[in-house]
């Protein structure tokens, strides 16, 4: 006789900060959110709902997780060399995989966006400039697609708290 499937079971706080690396209170914030799975019992929830709200409402920790479970490429990013130098359009173009609820005009990530998340750090430094002295010499600044890369699948920490604050600077300097 073959083994039954058993669903899986609820899980509390704890254990879905866990999966997603993630603090529990982040957990506890959206739990609060009206779009969260509700709970199949007090305090916890089915880990199926909570991986398809994941999938859409927090991209990055989902594919951390889903990296961890031994998926190569969850987000579906573009297989391109690791070497390969994006600009500032590009590396935006490619954080769209991270708003997948957006409208398909406004994912992508501006190049002013990318710049300022830059000098306040929320990205790593670029990898070359102009006149940085490696060979081949560049003309515009860029990020290798490895550092990208690795930018999307560390999102996972990226709060909205955060975005909102690199949104307001922004706004201020226009």
Do not use: C
């Amino acid at each position: 006789m073959p083994e039954q499937e058993h669903a899986p079971l609820p899980m509390p706080v704890r254990a879905i900060a866990a999966r997603y690396d993630v603090a529990e209170q982040a957990v506890r914030r959206w739990v609060k959110d009206e779009t969260f799975p509700e709970a199949v019992k007090k305090g916890r929830w089915d880990p199926i709902l909570v991986d398809r709200w994941m999938r859409l409402n927090n991209p990055g920790a989902w594919a951390y997780a889903q990296l961890r479970d031994g998926s190569k490429n969850p987000l579906g990013l573009p297989e391109l060399p690791e070497k390969e130098l994006l600009d500032a359009r590009r590396f935006g173009e490619m954080m769209a995989y991270l708003r997948p609820t957006l409208p398909e005009g406004e994912r992508a990530l501006p190049p002013t966006t990318i710049r300022t998340y830059e000098a306040r750090a929320f990205i790593p430094a670029a990898d070359r400039r102009p006149e940085d002295g490696l060979e081949p010499a560049v003309d515009f600044v860029g990020w290798y697609w490895s550092t990208v890369r690795e930018r999307i699948y560390a999102s996972r920490h990226l709060s909205a708290t955060r975005v909102a604050v690199a949104a307001a600077a922004e706004g201020e300097e226009s």
